[in-house]
């Protein structure tokens, strides 16, 4: 059977750039190609911003409720097609179904929120800002934007920007992960039933020619990037040369902190379930276990070791586990393998206890397949470099502390700040954790501090290169300017 070629979606029509190169894309439990994708040329991607450039003004003008209205069908598509999209999603990321539902929801839950747009980009007005003389704020489109986004979240995280950046009058266009592209494919065809304007959303596959289009063309007013702290600081540093807006979210590694009054039987699942749903490839996921005081060590880490060999590692999509709670896909490609099963190497050089090796994962019929089996490093100090690397696998490693006070410390001396949680049922505890812990994201009793669509989404120190955060009404301010207006009138004479 012939591999189907996708295409690129620019000023309303879909297209095939001339002369590309083309690359698989693979199913990672089989490893075989479900697609193939085209790895376009910064001449495709200047196309695409011209055709985003000349929709603008149009757009732009568009009353906010008429800019709004394809949202409304786009919502109603995404949830009549719930289950098409979540399996394009496990068939070619890995994660399980239940996960993959889950961010199909999530994209709906963006979409819903930008249709609040009318609310959400009114200005302000200050009558009498000084005698006879009236102030207000205007907030007003910009121009084209565009978006770089991951292979993790192949639906959700382009919608964490592409429902705002529309609802607010501006135009745009996105590449999506060369390894991923089939969901934004199926996305894209989705957009283009709800009528938007030709030219208002574009797609370009392609590789980092593409990225590097979107920061070199004077025309791009802002990007948003969701990938590792190195490429972040990359595209933070280039926006800045270029007088761009950019948001550039990096890298993380949370921490879950454990209180001795801590309920342990659902901390322990809470834990399963944050640290292995999507392989750990999430930048949400736990990697790091704090356990304060020698018997919650002790406790925590023979349950988690335990319930860590409960985990199912299959196919996502082999209706025998398809729906079962806690299945755990292949990581992404063979290269990441290679990274997690090195770090896990460097693990046991650095004298850490393996108390549970995830190498010899095999899974019967997927020989080929990118599987990582859950793996646990008990006897862990910090500084360690597996403590220290982003490894992005279902590698977790636990260490202990004497009090929360060494605990916070150990979270905040890391170099990513993106998102940590606690576990208690004290109130002063968590009130403490909440306002010492330098992370972006704070979660008491919960294993994945995520924050819904109408709030911010976004870390700090080496996690976030940006102002403004990803979704919600903080993002508003990053698709429109202020324009501010002093203002007053005589009377007739």
């Not at 997690?340 to 019967?364: H, S």
């Amino acid at each position: 059977m012939a591999v189907r070629k996708l295409r690129n979606y620019v000023n309303g029509e879909w297209i095939e750039p001339p002369r590309p190169d083309w690359l698989d894309v693979e199913n990672p439990s089989t490893g075989t190609a479900i697609a193939q994708v085209p790895l376009s040329r910064a001449a495709d991607a200047d196309a695409a911003i011209a055709a985003a450039h000349r929709a603008f003004p149009a757009w732009a003008a568009t009353p906010v409720d008429k800019r709004v209205a394809p949202l409304f069908r786009l919502a109603a598509m995404i949830r009549d097609n719930r289950e098409t999209i979540a399996r394009q999603i496990t068939e070619e990321n890995g994660k399980s179904l239940p996960d993959a539902r889950a961010e199909v929801d999530r994209t709906l839950e963006n979409v819903e929120t930008a249709c609040g747009m009318p609310i959400l980009q009114q200005g302000d007005k200050l009558v009498g800002a000084a005698p006879g003389i009236d102030g207000e704020v205007l907030r007003l489109p910009m121009g084209v934007f565009t978006m770089i986004a991951p292979f993790n979240f192949p639906g959700m995280v382009p919608f964490w920007f592409v429902p705002y950046a529309l609802a607010t009058g501006n135009t745009y266009v996105v590449k999506p992960s060369k390894q991923v592209p089939c969901t934004m494919q199926l996305l894209t065809g989705y957009i283009e039933a709800c009528g938007f304007p030709k030219g208002v959303f574009n797609l370009i596959n392609g590789d980092r020619v593409v990225a590097d289009a979107f920061m070199a063309h004077p025309d791009v007013r802002g990007v948003s990037v969701v990938g590792s702290t190195p490429t972040a600081r990359i595209i933070a540093a280039t926006c800045a040369r270029n007088n761009k807006r950019f948001q550039a979210m990096g890298g993380a590694k949370n921490h879950l902190v454990v209180m001795p009054d801590a309920k342990m039987d659902d901390v322990v699942r809470n834990m399963i379930t944050s640290g292995y749903g999507c392989a750990g490839q999430r930048c949400m996921a736990s990697s790091a276990i704090v356990c304060v005081g020698d018997r919650t060590y002790r406790d925590v880490t023979d349950r988690f070791v335990r319930a860590s060999r409960e985990v199912i590692v299959a196919n996502p999509l082999d209706p025998k586990v398809a729906d079962e709670a806690m299945v755990m896909g292949p990581v992404i490609s063979a290269k990441a393998k290679e990274f997690i099963l090195k770090m896990i190497d460097t693990g046991v050089q650095e004298g850490a206890t393996l108390a549970l090796d995830g190498r010899g994962a095999k899974v019967p019929g997927c020989d080929k397949g990118h599987f990582v089996g859950t793996t646990v490093f008990t006897d862990v100090k910090p500084g360690m470099q597996i403590h220290r690397t982003e490894i992005f696998g279902p590698v977790q490693v636990i260490l202990r502390a004497g009090t929360l006070d060494e605990a916070i410390r150990i979270v905040n001396d890391h170099e990513y700040g993106n998102g940590a949680s606690i576990y208690t049922q004290n109130g002063y505890y968590a009130r403490k954790f909440k306002l010492e812990a330098q992370v972006g994201m704070v979660g008491v009793n919960v294993g994945i501090p995520a924050p819904v669509a109408y709030l911010p989404f976004g870390g700090m120190k080496s996690s976030q290169f940006a102002d403004i955060k990803a979704q919600g009404k903080a993002i508003v301010n990053f698709f429109t300017q202020d324009k501010i207006v002093t203002e007053r009138y005589w009377p007739e004479a």
